[in-house]
T-cell receptor, first 115, second 115 residues
Framework: AQKVTQAQTEISVVEKEDVTLDCVYETRDTTYYLFWYKQPPSGELVFLIRRNSFDEQNEISGRYSWNFQKSTSSFNFTITASQVVDSAVYFCALSEANRDDKIIFGKGTRLHILP | DAGVTQSPTHLIKTRGQHVTLRCSPISGHKSVSWYQQVLGQGPQFIFQYYEKEERGRGNFPDRFSARQFPNYSSELNVNALLLGDSALYLC??????????????FGPGTRLTVL
């Protein structure tokens, strides 16, 4: 069964602190894709990253970085030097290949960056 | 380039009524997916359409239906509305290649309130 768990419901940090959002996934497929989306108060889901199951290289994009570890079925997201504009709900998601492309989302982590 | 567009932005209906939500994908994208997001949860997959054919369906009752038009835009229809149908309805578009799972880009959503 496919499942994505984001154990942190809500996190608050002071601006400029680093913060890591955890994501653990379950799948029986060997080929799958992992995603992170950001949902600001406006409601639109903003795509951040997609990673396939065969690429375990960590990725860095500006202040954002992602740590993919198949051994622990985790795909964690770190924001370095957080800013108030990073305040949003962040969703980790999973899609299995050769299926209907449906994305299974976690319940999200609400991140508050305090000035 | 225009992103995914959805209409209307907000909608208020009463129980038992019918509603039609509309979505226009990113230019060049041939696949449209629909998701339901209730307050405090991650989006739940409803349908995916590719080249005007249903490619996948989530665990939703038959009151939910959809279709895709030759220009790749899509409609989601919900009959006999229930209070529990109140949610943000998100449309996502993707290139729609059948060989891999494409990244889905989301629209701003339609917020449906059922009274």
């Amino acid at each position: 069964a496919q499942k994505v768990t984001q154990a942190q419901t809500e996190i608050s940090v002071v601006e400029k602190e680093d913060v890591t959002l955890d994501c653990v996934y379950e799948t029986r497929d060997t080929t799958y894709y992992l995603f992170w989306y950001k949902q600001p108060p406006s409601g639109e889901l903003v795509f951040l990253i997609r990673r396939n199951s065969f690429d375990e290289q960590n990725e860095i994009s500006g202040r954002y970085s992602w740590n993919f570890q198949k051994s622990t079925s985790s795909f964690n997201f770190t924001i370095t030097a957080s800013q108030v504009v990073d305040s949003a709900v962040y969703f980790c998601a999973l899609s299995e290949a050769n299926r209907d492309d449906k994305i299974i989302f976690g319940k999200g982590t609400r991140l508050h960056i305090l000035p | 380039d225009a992103g995914v567009t959805q209409s209307p932005t907000h909608l208020i209906k009463t129980r038992g009524q019918h509603v039609t939500l509309r979505c226009s994908p990113i230019s060049g994208h041939k696949s449209v997916s629909w998701y339901q997001q209730v307050l405090g949860q991650g989006p739940q997959f409803i349908f995916q359409y590719y080249e005007k054919e249903e490619r996948g369906r989530g665990n939703f009752p038959d009151r939910f239906s959809a279709r895709q038009f030759p220009n790749y835009s899509s409609e989601l229809n919900v009959n006999a509305l229930l209070l529990g149908d109140s949610a943000l309805y998100l449309c996502a578009s993707s290139l729609g290649s059948l060989s891999s799972t494409d990244t889905q880009y989301f629209g701003p959503g339609t917020r449906l309130t059922v009274l």
